[in-house]
């Protein structure tokens, strides 16, 4: 309950305030000595880097592909970044998932303030650590997207879209938070920065929708449902619906609002996507691109994600790289 005399604020509202202090921390240009340097052998970090490097390649093959037009500085930070954000996300997404505890999560956490202090725990931590000295990264992003796992423990129903935005925000929109100071803003943009931040968040809450959007039925099987409660019962559906996996006009007509909802944030996030650094484009292009047609392939699947996984065949990917570059020139 709110305290008396105080305004509760949507959860857009409270990450806002978190981008406008993004935002204020770049146009600041914070020095980076006033973060700690870390003492590591050279050779340390740079196989750091390199390992960082070939967890992005693996798992994450267009990003990376698109990552190596950027300056090397830039893609290094950027390599050990998506790596804190994967380890991240498979503690309670991944093989151990099950064995995962608030605990785990605390430990984690007091393990980030370390890689900011300058005291990483291992090689991967090391990387991170440094790109932290060297671009104006904030720890709060990274932070939030822990309470976003928090959540993932205790929490498998979303009663409106409010609450559902701030899960994408702290599972997803965050990246777009912590990639803009690495990325960087073209030096000729007229845009606001807090306008290219709000962009990248846009582009996070896009593709967390949208993987929302594909893992309905593998989402049920474990007992979740990432959909708004108030907007199925609207649309005249529930839970059990949704545990029936039945293609209905209901669902159907439903879908497509969700699916109008997720195109309307890819939008956002166009506008802000050309004001980044000409090198920094293609990675971000590629990925807005191949994560929009993912709504297409659920249309063209009669919405029946239940039982069918949308996904962009490795023609259309390729097909997806030239464009994103031609659109990464302009």
Not at 192 to 211: D, F, I, P, R, W
């Amino acid at each position: 309950a709110t305290p008396a005399g105080e305004i509760a604020l949507s959860s857009e509202q409270k990450v806002y305030d978190v981008v406008l202090k993004q935002a204020a921390l770049v146009k600041r240009r914070i020095k980076k000595l006033e973060k700690p340097d870390i003492v590591l052998p050279g050779t340390v970090l740079s196989e750091a880097y390199d390992r960082c490097r070939e967890v992005c390649a693996e798992y994450a093959k267009t990003f990376y592909l698109g990552t190596l037009l950027m300056t090397p500085e830039r893609r290094r930070a950027i390599w050990a970044m998506y790596v804190w954000c994967r380890r991240t996300d498979e503690l309670v997404d991944g093989p151990n998932a099950s064995h995962i505890t608030p605990t785990a999560l605390d430990r984690w956490e007091d393990r980030l303030d370390d890689i900011f202090s300058g005291r990483p725990f291992d090689m991967l931590d090391a990387a991170l650590s440094d790109t932290v000295t060297r671009f104006p990264v904030d720890i709060q992003p990274f932070k939030d997207m822990i309470d976003g796992m928090r959540m993932d423990l205790w929490k498998s129903r979303y009663k409106n879209f409010d609450e559902l935005y701030l899960y994408c925000y702290y599972v997803a929109g965050t990246v777009g938070l912590m990639s803009v100071p690495i990325m960087g803003i073209a030096p000729e943009s007229q845009a606001t920065t807090e306008s290219v931040y709000n962009a990248a968040l846009a582009l996070g809450l896009a593709n967390q929708l949208t993987n929302i959007l594909r893992d309905v039925g593998e989402d049920a099987r474990r007992g979740r449902v990432y959909l708004p409660q108030d907007e199925l019962a609207q649309a005249g559906l529930s839970d059990e619906d949704i545990f029936a996996g039945k293609v209905t006009d209901k669902w159907r007509n439903f879908m497509k609002k969700q699916i109008a909802r997720a195109r309307k944030f890819f939008d956002d996030a166009e506008s802000g996507v050309t004001e980044l650094s000409a090198a920094s484009r293609w990675p971000v292009w590629a990925s807005l691109l191949l994560y929009r047609q993912i709504l297409d392939e659920i249309e063209a699947n009669d919405y029946n994600n239940f039982t069918r996984r949308a996904y962009v065949s490795k023609p259309k990917k390729i097909l997806a790289l030239p464009l994103a570059y031609a659109k990464s020139l302009v």
